[in-house]
């Protein structure tokens, strides 16, 4: 406050004395002091409100929480209400033992009616078990023919698979004729079979070889025509199939 007494006083005229600093004033029983710029509240006697008097409410503090609005899903809830609701893991894959017996039942009785809606599926578990069994007693007659077995089934059903898509009206895919001739494979593992124990270079093993080309091209010819409603068809498509089986019998015999 020194500062102030050093100040020139005839800068600026003004009526204002420093020495009033310490100056008070009194309003209504409270004195206000000019020193403190303030208020004394020792001397207050004014009214207060009785709200004002009442002691604060100590705040207690919640979080807030949001309401989850998605409700995540459990993964059971998918596949259904537990694991014994899912399918089986072989109808998962396509297998299906029913079904294949049922084939294999119309493969070795070719007088049955075939079932059209069973032998329309593509089922490839029979057909690679037979062509396997077959070149496994091939491999017992001291013939190791497995390349010969795989690579003229899949010419014979490339040619089938054409053959029977301009036959029919609706048309075939390629694994339909591909499971229909693995199947009617099965009489020919009969005949692969003999020619373990005996010799089939002879007239008994050309009439059995005969016999079975005639057994696996009816039962193909059969499942064919009942598969893709070719009526009056059977022996033009019988034609190719004894061609086809015929080769593997000629494999079988000699």
């Known amino acids: 406050m020194s500062g102030f007494d050093n100040l020139n006083t005839e800068f600026y005229q003004t009526s204002y004395s420093i020495d009033d600093k310490a100056q008070s004033y009194d309003y209504g029983g409270g004195t206000y002091s000019k020193q403190y710029a303030g208020y004394d509240y020792s001397q207050s006697s004014g009214y207060v409100p009785p709200e004002m008097m009442q002691q604060q409410q100590p705040y207690t503090s919640q979080i807030f929480q949001p309401s989850p609005s998605y409700t995540p899903s459990s993964p ?85 698979f054409c053959l029977l898509n301009l036959m029919s009206m ?63 068809q059977q022996l033009l498509v019988a034609y190719p199939c004894a061609l086809l089986y015929g080769v593997f019998a000629l494999i079988s015999v000699f």
């Not at 109808?91 to 079932?115: C, M, R, S, Y």
């Not at 491999?139 to 089938?160: D, T």
């Not at 373990?196 to 091209?217: D, N, P, T």
Request: proline share 3%.
């Open 76 to 160: 059971q809830s998918f596949y259904g209400s537990s694991f014994k609701d899912e399918p089986p893991l072989l109808e998962e894959l396509g297998i299906n033992f029913d079904h294949i017996w049922q084939k294999t039942l119309a493969v070795l009785h070719p007088l049955k009616v075939a079932d059209g809606s069973i032998m329309n599926e593509t089922d490839l578990a029979g057909p690679m078990v037979f062509c396997l069994a077959f070149g496994s007693t091939l491999l017992l007659a001291g013939k190791i023919q497995f390349g010969y077995v795989y690579g003229i089934s899949a010419i014979g059903c490339l040619g089938m």
């Open 170 to 232: 609706t048309g075939v895919s390629f694994g339909c004729v591909a499971s229909v001739l693995g199947y009617c494979l099965l009489p020919m593992i009969i005949l692969s079979s003999f020619a373990v124990v005996f010799s089939l270079q002879g007239m008994m093993g050309i009439v059995l070889a005969a016999g079975i080309i005639g057994w696996c091209s009816f039962s193909a010819s059969k499942i064919f025509i009942s598969a893709l409603a070719m009526q009056g």
